[in-house]
């Protein structure tokens, strides 16, 4: 019970990235409708960022956090205008390999600018001293983690429902030609989306880049933020923070029963295992919209 | 000088097929103009041209223009135009189903530099006009009734504060009680705001009895346009769009043959 525990919570830690990632996707994808293969190499970025500025060149973390949320959101943007806004209008396939080929110059650009090898941010930014909650660890690095992806979910969950340009993003999600029939520019929605994508996964790099340090490998994030969207339901926001929770602790809980008796990497795969189960019992996944009818 | 003058436009969707075929109307300042015609007449299409959202759509104006205001628009991009203050409430109730009725008029006000204190100053004269909203504030306008989603899409136009505001075909599909509401509140609104309206519809005895002038469409043309008094005196008007004879009485299936003979010479 207590090793059931300390598993839940270590889970919810990393899950609540998967979350904030996956929030980005959910949200790209809702304005949208670009299904973003790129969004692991936007956590890998942004992870990379931050530690090369507080790392490299010494600049105070506070500092080098937000240059790296306003390095993302430049970068979010820049993309949006230069690469996707081309492409609107064409066929599905083509945007997909867009974002796919994206990803690969990204994932490049990183290898050539820093290599391969696993960078640590030193001096550490948060101490790895264990904390005793009753009878469950936490060391006070998951804490801040775990601190900090609530706040950008609370944050952002905020500004969808109160602020007049998230409401405008909204009404374009639900119907563009209308939001354009009231002088909303699609356009604009667009930039900001991909903004806001990409600043939410450059966060979810530089938390868990604080954990285990960072490399390359820091890209597969983006894959395991597909079974956390599609256990929400593509388009919601929602589903997304909560798929990408449960993910986070299923992988954890699979991992460590069931690695004694497969012999190992059972939580690599197990939010895949999940995926394809999802995808066979409720492919539109807990919250996934159906159209309303009204009765 | 017309606020709205519209000046033999032609409209083109998908390159090949002609909708307009050269098409001419004009709006004074504080009136209230109807659209009658049959379906596919390129009513639709002509509010389109206006706002700019044709150019959603593969449509494009290829010959005249449109001018409001004195100003040429018919390149403008729709939310240029609605800066300008032409607001097209979009036929069907197109309503945001997922945002509740209360983030609709936000969303509709998008255009204007107010503070919060004059929005709820805006969504509080909305409610005032259409009090049933005010009930229903935070559902979602997904689950309102027909009726409350035709008044939530007036109200969203409301909430930009245009100077013409173009309503298509508010009375589809509502009851005729409902209907004679959402006709009086129109009439306020010219009345009470001052608001521009140019109105299509199919439902011509209501149109033509609140509006000023009236046009009637065809294959995407105007082939009548009079004040209203007189069109409702117009025997091939009242005959084909008010359903009346010369008697008041039923028309028997010979006269049918008669009507199809009529109308192809009305055009």
């Known amino acids: 019970m207590h090793e059931l525990l300390q598993l839940i919570v270590t889970g919810l830690v990393i899950g609540s990235v998967y979350a904030l990632v996956a929030m980005g996707f959910a949200l790209i994808y809702k304005s949208t409708s670009i299904i973003n293969f790129a969004q692991g190499e936007f956590v890998l970025v942004g992870g990379y960022i931050c530690w090369w500025l507080y790392t490299m060149l010494g600049i105070p973390i506070v500092w080098a956090f937000l240059l790296t949320m306003v390095i993302a959101v430049g970068m979010g943007m820049l993309l949006e205008r230069l690469v996707l806004r081309p492409m609107i209008g064409e066929p599905i396939i083509s945007v997909i390999m867009i974002t796919i080929a994206l990803a690969t110059v990204l994932k490049s650009l990183v290898t050539i600018l820093w290599g391969t090898q696993i960078k640590v941010f030193t001096p550490a930014i948060f101490s790895q001293k264990a904390i005793h909650f009753g009878t469950v660890l936490v060391s006070e690095v998951y804490l801040w983690t775990f601190g900090f992806a609530f706040l950008f979910l609370g944050v952002f969950a905020a500004f969808f429902k109160f602020t007049r340009v998230g409401i405008s993003m909204r009404a374009v999600a639900n119907d ?25 996964s450059a966060v979810g790099g530089l938390l868990v880049g604080n954990i285990n340090g960072i490399n390359i490998t820091l890209s597969d994030f983006g894959l395991k933020v597909f079974p956390a969207v599609i256990l929400g339901g593509l388009d919601s926001i929602g589903g997304a923070i909560i798929g990408g929770l449960t993910i986070g602790i299923l992988e954890n809980i ?19 295992i999940v995926l394809i189960i999802i995808l066979m019992v409720k492919p539109y996944g807990l919250f996934g919209i159906k159209e309303i009818e009204r009765v | 000088m017309p606020l709205l003058s519209v000046n033999n436009i032609e409209v083109i969707y998908d390159d090949v097929i002609l909708v307009l075929k050269g098409l001419s109307l004009s709006v004074e300042e504080g009136q209230i103009v109807a659209v009658l015609g049959a379906n596919g007449a390129g009513k639709t299409t002509t509010l389109k041209a206006i706002s700019g959202l044709l150019k959603t759509e593969e449509g494009e104006v290829t010959d005249g223009t449109i001018e409001f205001d004195g100003e040429k628009i018919n390149h403008l991009d729709p939310e240029l135009i609605v800066r300008r203050g032409i607001f097209q409430v979009m036929e069907g109730r197109r309503v945001f189903e997922d945002l509740t009725a209360k983030e609709n008029l936000v969303a509709a006000a998008h255009t204007q530099r107010c503070s919060r204190g004059e929005l709820e100053k805006r969504i509080e004269q909305v409610y005032h006009y259409f009090p049933r909203l005010k009930e229903r504030e935070n559902g979602l306008a997904g689950y309102l009734s027909g009726g409350e989603q035709q008044m939530l899409v007036i109200g969203r136009g409301m909430m930009a504060k245009p100077r013409l505001m173009m309503l298509d075909e508010p009375s589809l599909g509502l009851s005729p009680l409902l209907v004679g509401e959402i006709f009086e509140i129109i009439v306020k609104l010219n009345k009470d705001l001052g608001t521009t309206i140019l109105l299509v519809e199919q439902n011509a005895r209501m149109a033509l009895n609140i509006a000023d002038h009236g046009y009637i469409m065809e294959n995407g043309k105007i082939v009548l346009d009079d004040t209203t008094e007189k069109l409702k005196n117009n025997e091939d008007v009242k005959r ?7 008697m008041g009485t039923k028309r028997s299936y010979r006269d049918v043959k008669h009507y199809k003979r009529r109308k192809r010479w009305l055009t």
């Open chain 1, 176 to 200: 563009q030609q209308v939001a354009q029939s009231m002088g909303i520019s699609v356009k604009r929605v667009f930039a900001i989306s991909w903004s806001i994508g990409a600043l939410v």
């Open chain 1, 254 to 272: 699979m991992g460590s029963y069931l690695d004694v008796y497969l012999g190992g990497g059972v939580k690599e795969i197990a939010p895949f």
């Open chain 2, 240 to 246: 084909f769009y008010l359903g009346m004879t010369d």
